[in-house]
């Protein structure tokens, strides 16, 4: 498939592509040059992924691909250019709104935390299904990532 154009590839040329591939991975298995098996269920299968889509994108990583269902997976410098963009929409404030007791009025209100953003959050998490699109990014400070995550929360205890 050297050659050929992305929106040239017919479900066939698709098909013979995985069965060679197949072929090459039980020659070359992971086992045998010494790597840890991967684990089921991860990356998208080739007949999953949206060809036509990914060209109009241009990716400049080779890793980086675009399902069907318009679920992105961004490696490398395409990710960079994701959180940059993420950063330009977040103007640099953090995205998570947080609820205000305002006592002259009597009630809560809501307002968008004012600390300054510095990581990436994935709405929907990575583990249950990658999708890098900015629509399922929220730019947030430290603490507001370290409470979405508390599984990551270092754990003191006595010896």
Not at 26 to 39: D, E, F, I, N
Not at 42 to 64: H, L, V
Not at 145 to 152: R, Y
């Amino acid at each position: 498939m050297g050659g050929m154009n992305l929106s040239e590839i017919s479900d066939r040329d698709l098909h013979r592509e995985q069965r060679r591939r197949r072929k090459l991975q039980k020659k070359r298995s992971r086992k045998a040059h010494g790597l840890p098996q991967r684990k089921k269920g991860m990356g998208c299968r080739i007949g999953d992924r949206d060809f036509a889509a990914m060209e109009a994108r241009d990716f400049q990583d080779p890793s980086s691909y675009i399902r069907r269902d318009g679920s992105e997976k961004l490696v490398g410098k395409d990710w960079d250019a994701r959180v940059d963009e993420l950063r330009e929409r977040s103007e640099g404030q953090c995205e998570e709104l947080v609820e205000v007791w305002e006592s002259s009025a009597g009630e809560y209100f809501v307002h968008r935390c004012s600390a300054l953003a510095v990581d990436p959050q994935h709405k929907i998490k990575r583990s249950v299904r990658r999708d890098d699109r900015l629509r399922n990014l929220q730019h947030l400070c430290r603490e507001h990532h370290d409470l979405k995550h508390p599984e990551f929360k270092t754990q003191w205890s006595k010896k």
